[in-house]
């Protein structure tokens, strides 16, 4: 799938874990917003293993870094694209988020932290969807997708995905903003500090 689709997946997955759970007492305005932006590096994060990915494809020397990972990483679809993958991908994040928390003591890195495995979680979803799978339970070296049979599946970039699920996700993100209009407005107003 396309950068836009995952990042708004991302996002759709956010809103939905945030609806379902119950929201802290207080959460601080960097927090939201970091928590946002993590949110949103999950979401693509799974295809560093891509060298035309969006992850490299802003960095001037992205395309042969990119080339670099694809080799290390086993190639598109690979490690990245696994439970295995993601598990190192979170600890990679925690490590990271620790290591930069003094630079940034108002924000909450487990919430940070959460957020950014939502984005990978959903990544791997959404791939389940696609004609090539995903080999979720690495080092088992098959491909999983849904539905099963191959044909019927999602190709990337194409009418299905560009008109049916991205228009579909943002529909999803409308209703459950509508459904929790109130308890947002709520949380904006009371539990949001600086
Ligand atoms: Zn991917």
């Not at 945030?18 to 305005?29: D, E, G, H, S």
């Not at 994060?45 to 990483?73: C, E, S, V, Y």
């Not at 598109?76 to 994040?93: E, I, P, V």
């Amino acid at each position: 799938m396309t950068g836009r689709t995952h990042d708004t997946a991302a996002f759709t997955a956010l809103a939905i874990a945030v609806a379902v759970t119950p929201l802290p007492q207080n959460i601080t305005l960097a927090t939201v917003l970091v928590a946002i932006l993590a949110n949103q590096i999950g979401g693509i994060a799974p295809d560093i293993d891509q060298p035309t990915a969006p992850f490299w494809r802003n960095l001037p020397i992205g395309k042969l870094f990119g080339r670099f990972t694809d080799r290390l990483l086993g190639g598109h679809r690979f490690l990245t694209h696994s439970l295995l993958g993601a598990a190192l991908l979170a600890w990679l994040a925690h490590w990271l988020l620790v290591f930069i928390h003094p630079l940034m003591p108002h924000v909450d890195i487990d919430l940070v932290w959460k957020a950014f495995l939502i984005g990978v979680v959903s990544h791997l979803v959404m791939d389940t969807f696609t004609k090539e799978g995903v080999p979720w339970l690495l080092p088992i070296p098959l491909k999983f997708g849904f539905p099963p049979l191959k044909s019927l599946r999602i190709a990337t970039g194409k009418f299905v995905e560009n008109f049916i699920i991205f228009p579909g996700l943002i529909l999803v993100n409308i209703f459950v903003c509508a459904q929790h209009y109130q308890a947002i407005v709520t949380f904006i107003h009371t539990r949001i500090r600086s």
